[in-house]
């Protein structure tokens, strides 16, 4: 075995790949970059009626995407190949045919009805069902077209897991089981085994479904006399409701989905890490650097992490308030609203520079900065006067008459500015002093009739990138609308 690390991901390409495969392949991504080994990523198509076309690419651009390299894979050369267990059928036929001719593999004649009605049999009887108990006294010779299966030796198991500890099960855990099916091509529980140890994988990280089994694999390891690599079992992750295991149903996307709604994928990674991990510190927000640095699967607790979407934003938040100015223009290219590609690129800095505060992801831009491109709709400016939502508004009671002599009053002073960012803020504190106003009533009135939203990057700001004519303008077509 290499004394350095080696890891791997090891998806079925059944589906979109979503957070809880993508945090099993960071960590395994980690540990391999922490221990200066190998990361890599095979591909476990040994189902070919659940396989989906396409979906081996996906899984490639995501970890792509995120920044998650392989070293040795379908697409790399390395000594260890192939990476596809569909190109590898030749290996696991001969490694079946050493348990068969060792005593430890027999062909399985029996049908799926003979199969149900022994389980029937154990239900009414009300005892688990145990395939070693129906084994055949003199099974068929294996020709590969009859499944082949495992034949145990039940017994006590201890092991130690990097994530749950000290761990055990009883002979009962361990059953006979299919290593390869009818159509040549091996179970998960056979094949992995097989290709970890011919790939010297010195960690085997992976999802708590698998825990179960462990006591079958490591029957499997002693059967086949080969050493088992380190086992990290990691828990589940939650939905946002943190009561059950996240999942498609349940609405876990389609990982390239965040990259679709302008999330960061260093922003992703660092919230995927803390899924269920720290460094035993307060810190919420890690580089890619740093978690390579920090992270140890003992850290790694034993219960599930929920998955809360709001958390996501908020780091995503962080990070697109670290880029520089250049950066975030290139990350924010796609994302404009309508009309604002034929607008002066400065222009768009400026906005960008003021709504970046408020950013959480790239595909609210349009909902934030809509209204630096086109002038607001007269109905929706209404509505915000005439139904407020702001509490201060909706306290005051105001009538179309006690708006439009702030508007005026504002439109007065505004008049008057020369529009940089000081200015404006000393002479609209100013006003609020000859009004015997709070910033809390003059500035929602005066953002309504300039951006068509209660809520908006600060007053100062949005009004000196709209520039003078513009906000003049607006403010002028808000006292009239509510003239009428």
Known sequence: MSQKARTRFAPSPTGFLHVGGVRT?????????????????????????????????????????????????????????????????????????????????????????????????????????????????????????????????????????????????????????IIIKSDGYPTYNFAHVIDDYLMEVSHVIRSQEFLASVPKFLNLYEALEINQP?????????????????????????????????????????FLATLGWNDGTDQEIFSVYELVEKFKLSKVQKSGAQFDETRLKWVDGYFIRQLPIEELEKQAQDFWPPGAQGVNGQYRSSVLGLVRQRLKCFAELPELTVFFFKEPEAQKILDLYTHPQDKQLVKLKYQNQDYVKLLRAGLRELDQSSFDEEDLAHRLNNLLEKLESKPAILFPVLRIAVSGSQISPELFGTLSVLGKAEVLDRLKSAIALLEK
């Not at 995501?62 to 379908?74: A, K, M, T, V």
């Open 230 to 270: 380190k086992l990290a079992t990691l828990p589940y992750v939650l939905g946002a409701e943190g009561r059950k295991k996240l999942s498609k149903r349940d609405g876990a996307k389609d990982v390239l989905s965040y990259k679709n709604q302008g999330f960061l994928p260093e922003a992703l990674v660092s």
């Open 25 to 177: 392949a960071l960590f395994a991504w980690l540990v391999a970059r922490q221990g200066k080994g190998q990361f890599i990523l095979r591909i476990e198509d040994t189902d070919k009626a659940r396989e989906i076309a396409g979906s081996e690419k996906h899984i490639q651009d995501s970890l792509r995407w995120l920044g998650l390299q392989w070293d040795e894979g379908p697409d790399k050369s390395g000594s260890f190949g192939p990476y596809r267990q569909s190109e590898r059928l030749h290996i696991y036929k001969e490694w079946a045919e050493t348990l068969v001719a060792a005593g430890r593999a027999y062909a399985d004649h029996f049908t799926v009805e003979e199969l149900n009605s022994l389980r029937t049999q154990a239900v009414q009887q009300k005892k688990p069902f145990l395939f070693r108990n129906h084994r055949p006294n003199n099974p068929p010779a294996w020709d590969g077209k009859l499944p082949l299966r495992f034949k145990s030796n039940p017994k006590s198991y201890q092991w130690q897991d990097e994530v749950m500890g000290d761990l055990s099960a009883g002979p009962e855990s361990v059953d006979d089981f």
